[in-house]
């Protein structure tokens, strides 16, 4: 199976990330023509209940896919502690400081994710 990626993907080295953000942007793009054809009274942008969770989801997978490459392009240490120290670390912690790291990285991905789509809308 490797040999067939060198030679169908000479020039295009995909990783994990990119292919994340690849499907996330083909089902966010094609996302109107599926609920259109699943439902036929469906608009192109529907303001309903299923749209508006399906875009969500879409929007949050698309800007972690982002983040984690520009981590790991940017900051290879980090990503590479993130990858094969952090585990062990936080095991070795107490349950109040796994929470509060836990909850910080949470809020702190959250609201860039909210702050991020307010300066797009």
């Known amino acids: 199976m490797e040999t067939i990626k060198q030679f ?3 020039l295009f080295r995909l ?3 990119h292919l994340a953000i690849l499907i996330s942007l083909l089902t966010f793009l094609n996302f109107p023509w599926l609920s259109r054809h699943w439902d036929i009274t ?3 942008i529907d303001a309903g209940a299923l749209s508006a969770v399906a875009m969500a989801i879409f ?3 698309l800007f972690k896919a982002i983040t984690w490459w520009l981590v790991k392009t940017l900051w290879p240490a980090l990503a ?3 990858n094969y120290h952090f585990a062990n670390n936080f095991q070795s912690l ?3 400081h796994k929470v509060l ?3 910080g990285f949470y809020l ?3 609201y860039s994710f909210v702050l991020t789509l307010a300066a797009l809308v």
């Open 8 to 10: 169908v993907f000479p």
């Open 15 to 17: 990783k994990r990330e």
């Open 42 to 44: 469906s608009a192109a």
């Open 59 to 61: 929007a949050l997978l």
């Open 80 to 82: 590479s502690y993130s």
């Open 94 to 96: 107490s349950a109040c």
């Open 101 to 103: 790291i836990y909850l």
């Open 108 to 110: 702190l991905l959250l």
